[in-house]
């Protein structure tokens, strides 16, 4: 390997180093230190759910939030974090992915701070709000900063660690909120983030070189707030629609269908533009389109099913919620083996035929939590989740690179924003989709049997076939008379939660079959690469 990054190319020898060899030297470093800022951010999201009866509580133990205002303490960051990912792409290109990252962190920081200390629900929502501004530049950044230390024969090595500290975040997160709630108040789960972005804080500026795009162009405003405005309309449909429970409701199309129209006028803006905030053709490359849908749907089938096993092991098992976090660790366990060595495989078997199976393995274990009940040894579901792990552990880096790979090195923080724009909104989607198949579900099951009970009023009928929690709570008042309740819930759940494992299982086999049709096989991504140095070239000429 050159040992410089100007040295020429030599005839049928490997190509430039493209990175500088001080930067090359220390890209380890530099990726644990991208490592740390991304735990902060992904890790937040899932502490938070093992807080929210804490939160519930009334003072001075917890908030006293209601359902809706829990709900939107978790919403309100999602809502601002997938609306704002793109534009905080396209500002790291633009303006310096390091710079945009040291904000982001300094703003994530911030909010958790104030998080920590909100004393009323609605204070909470807005400091959570905040947090997703300062998520929103961090997370396009890492991956952007990677592609740009990292020569492209290391950065599927490089994408696969950084995929397998996704999984890791997700499964530690519930760990971690369980294990300080056991020893402090609330707000600890939002104040831990502080020290953790003082020394990411303090690595970036140590290790990270800054980088953008030589040759940006002229900004788009118009398709920078088309961008903002879909997204934001899209997300908050999507989220009111699993609120509902009901995605037939007039104001959730609207607001879905505004959405959806507003990126078609952002579409048509960026084909028409002489200096577009993104090049749409990127979407006619099927390794491009291929690997953004799989992204989607790996994401939509990990939240959603993450969602409700969470209640399967704490209402249906009786798990605690740290107890419940331990449960989810081969699934964080093996994509955090399998992941960063993903490439291998890739490498001998190709693209197309590794995601096609895995794709399909994800499929099978999802049908595999049928064998659930209320008495299944614990054992076949953490077999299933080291199964489910591997699986997706095996799709998230080969995609990832195909995302990557199909810009050039200086559109990295649009293309990193796009691959978060399309796993945020998948994920929104499973939770909010398959939230309300495991609502619907479960209330047309448990629904005779509260009828059933005498002296109910309709009202407190309708609120105890919301969920296992609030009929469990009801059975829990009545007191021993309640107990038949208590089996009658398990029992609803248990088929709620095949339904929407079922319907899991079919998305994640349509994303192998559109992963099998157009995702390039072994020899597929060759060509590619050269587009990407052509354009590097040109960009170095001009």
Partial sequence: MATSSTAPTAPGGPPARQVPERVHRRRWAILSALMLSLLIVVLDNSILNVAMKTIATPAPHGLGATQSELEWAINAYTLVFAGLLFTAGLLGDRLGRKKTLLFGLAVFGTGSVLAAFAGSPTQLIAFRALMGLGGAFVMPATLAILMNVFERDEQPKAIGIWAGGVGLAIAIGPIAGGLLLNQFWWGSVFLVNVPIVLIALTAMLTLVPDSKDPSPGRLDP???????????????????????????????????????????????????????????????????????????????????????????????????????????????????????????????????????????????????????????????????????????????????????????????????????????????????????????????????????????????????????????????????????????ANAAFVHAMHVTALGSATVSAVGALIVLAFLPGKTGPAPQSAEPRDERKAGAAR
């Fill in 222 to 488: 118009v398709g920078v707030l088309f961008s903002v405005v879909g997204l934001v309309l899209l997300v908050y449909g999507i989220i009111k629609g699993g609120q509902l429970a009901d995605f037939t409701e007039p104001r959730v199309i609207g607001t879905v269908v505004a959405g959806l129209v507003v990126l078609a006028g952002f579409v048509v803006h960026q084909k028409r533009s002489d200096h577009p905030s993104i090049d749409i053709n990127y979407f006619r490359k099927p390794a491009f389109s291929a690997a953004i849908a799989a992204i989607a749907l790996v994401f939509f089938s990990l939240m959603g099913v993450t969602f409700f096993i969470v209640f399967y092991v704490q209402s249906v098992r009786g798990y605690t919620p740290l107890q419940a976090g331990l449960l989810l660790l081969p699934l964080a366990a093996a994509q955090m083996i399998f992941a960063p060595r993903a490439r291998l495989a890739v490498d001998r078997y190709g693209a197309r035929a590794v995601c096609t199976f895995s794709m399909f393995v994800v499929a099978d274990t999802m049908l595999g939590l049928l064998l659930l009940d209320a008495d299944t040894p614990i054992w076949v579901m953490e077999a299933l989740f080291f199964l489910q792990g591997a699986g997706m552990a095996h799709i998230m880096p080969p995609v990832t690179v195909s995302i990557m790979q199909s810009l050039p090195r200086e559109k990295a923080g649009s293309g990193s924003a796009l691959n978060n724009v399309f796993r945020q909104v998948g994920g929104t989607l499973g939770v909010a989709v398959l939230g309300s198949l495991l609502s619907t579900s479960y209330r047309d099951r448990i629904q005779g049997v509260l009828d059933a009970v005498p002296g109910l009023s309709a009202g407190a009928r309708h609120a105890a076939g919301e969920s296992i929690e609030a009929t469990l709570g009801l059975a829990d008042r009545m007191g021993a008379p309640g107990r038949p309740l208590v089996t009658a």
